[in-house]
């Protein structure tokens, strides 16, 4: 019997595709390949749950283990990851949304998209994809002896020493992902969960979308209240229990991430059904769960910014369905509101001699913005365009002390790649969502509804929304309806102003809506 040679009859049967170079690069590039189809069709915009973010992580793994075998060289390092980023950048040119569209640098939003999108994606699968192929190229040249691995103890030393860091970042980061997302129970005097109370994490499917919602009371008999977030694509999951504590009392606060928004960001696509239509519609099926889970014939619904549109617009197809309407940060026309501010701004640079900003907006022109990042760069001089003011102390130590962060991500709420999603979420909705709410005007659409309705006016909001605002309440005709100023608050009314809030719903709103209160 002759024996096996391992430089030219491998015992793992590699032999023949290492005599060929071009066999193991075909192999190379097809594994990739085809990893990153199966990537694009399972996850659109690239790992947007713990499990899709374990198996990107594995799969390109296994995917550069496979290729550096197959090429017996480091150069798969390079190739098989190539390969696989022109399928995902090739499958991203039909998906719409700020994380996936063309690579822009031009501004931080844009650099935080490329972040948040192409770079997250990157780490949870071309990482260990690199990984993979250094191991799978120092096997196949152990298997074919082209490596003895009798280098000297400094050598391998050097060698390994990034191969074995890299592992064990990619284990922690694995580690980290699976942590479970919680919310804090809602504790009595005595530092134990007060009987009868909620906070629970929980999804509901809406639509045919799962979409994740918190719920917390600290009695579950208690009236319903629904909160819209704003944005669109704003995630608030974390904010009722920072800030609601006191209201936690007498309601039972719901929080939704919307589809598409923070824990809800995996549930996007596809996009062509993420319409404000359905968002309405997806309201309205919330409620309806909410009805049946807490046995309430009504519930209280409550928009913030953005949300108050979608709140307005499902109140008027069933107004049967609610005890009141409540606005914070009311909006009317966005594209009303858009032209005023666009015009503002445009004053305000001349005025300051700012010509770059007035070079900026005659670029972008005048609103609908077709740029999605105008918007946000409008955003940054919303202190120049109003009355200057601090919110009030108490609200900025509560957000400060709970460590939810500027965005509100940061808090326990999310894991690790659902923090990442809610910054995703809302850069992409917000692009999907903006173009579909140019034509509303509540002005000419919703001037009657039939329950009663509260503003929460803030006194320094920008005069763009509130006058609007104002002019939409002062023609309203509802049941009842009454418009409250909050002090010391800006465009978060609620928020900002949440102890007022409290009180309303307390004093005001609880008594003359609620039957049997």
Not at 127 to 135: F, H, N, Q, R, Y
Not at 200 to 207: A, P, Y
Not at 402 to 427: C, D, H, Q, W
């Amino acid at each position: 019997m002759t024996p096996t040679n391992s430089k030219t009859n491998s015992p793992h049967q590699l032999a023949a595709i290492w005599r060929d170079r071009r066999i193991g690069i075909a192999i190379a590039v097809f594994v990739a390949v085809l990893f990153g189809i199966l990537v694009a069709l399972a996850m659109p915009r690239g790992p947007a749950t713990n499990a899709g973010a374990l198996f990107a992580m594995f799969g390109g793994l296994v995917a550069g283990l496979i290729a550096g075998l197959a090429m017996r060289s480091r150069w798969a390092m390079l190739l098989a990851p190539v390969a696989y980023w022109i399928v995902v950048e090739i499958a991203w040119l039909g998906v719409p949304g700020m994380t996936v569209d063309g690579v822009r640098v031009d501004n931080m939003y844009a650099i935080m998209a490329l972040i948040l999108g192409r770079g997250f994606h990157a780490l949870l699968v071309l990482v260990p994809m690199i990984l993979g192929a250094s191991l799978g190229a120092y096997a196949a040249r152990r298997l074919s002896g082209q490596e003895n691995g009798k280098a000297g103890a400094l050598v391998t030393i050097a060698r390994w020493a990034p191969t074995a860091l890299v592992s064990v970042l990619l284990i922690a980061l694995a580690v980290v992902i699976v942590l479970p997302a919680t919310t804090p129970a809602i504790l009595g005097a005595d530092g134990k969960p007060v009987p009868g109370s909620i906070a629970e994490l929980t999804t509901v499917k809406l639509g045919g979308h799962d979409q994740a919602i918190s719920i917390r009371g600290q009695d579950t008999s208690k009236p319903v209240l629904l909160y819209l977030a704003g944005g669109p694509g704003q995630s608030d999951l974390a904010m009722p229990r920072v800030l609601y504590g006191d209201l936690e009392k007498d309601f039972v606060v719901v929080c939704w991430d919307q589809r598409g928004t923070g824990k809800s960001y995996s549930s996007l696509d596809p996009a062509s059904t993420l319409t404000f239509e359905q968002a309405v519609s997806d309201t309205i099926e919330l409620t309806n769960y909410l009805r049946e889970r807490f046995r309430e014939d009504k519930i209280y619904l409550m928009g913030e910014s953005y949300g108050t549109v979608l709140g307005v617009k499902a109140v008027q197809q069933r107004p049967d369905l609610y005890n009141a309407y409540i606005g914070s940060g009311q909006m009317v026309s966005i594209r009303e509101t858009d032209r005023r501010l666009y015009y503002d701004l445009l004053d305000y640079a001349n005025r300051t001699g700012d010509e770059q900003l007035s070079a900026t907006m005659k670029a972008y022109g005048e609103p609908p913005y077709k740029d999605p990042y105008a918007g946000a760069i409008v955003a940054t001089y919303y202190d120049k365009l109003g009355t200057p003011y601090t919110p009030p102390a108490k609200y900025t130590e509560l957000k400060q002390a709970s460590g939810i962060g500027p965005l509100n991500n940061l808090a326990g709420e999310y894991t690790l790649v659902e923090k990442v999603g809610t910054v995703r979420g809302l850069m992409d909705v917000y692009s999907i969502m903006y173009p579909q709410l140019q034509e509303i005007d509540l002005r000419k659409d919703a001037n009657r509804l039939y329950v009663p309705v509260y503003i929460l006016d803030a006194e320094y909001e920008l005069p763009q929304r509130r006058d609007l605002a104002t002019e939409w309440y002062n023609q309203l005709d509802a049941p009842q309806k009454r418009i409250i100023t909050i002090h010391n608050a800006g465009h978060g009314a609620a928020m900002e102003g949440f102890e007022e809030f409290t009180r309303v719903m307390n004093e005001t709103v609880l008594p003359e809506t609620y039957p049997g209160r």
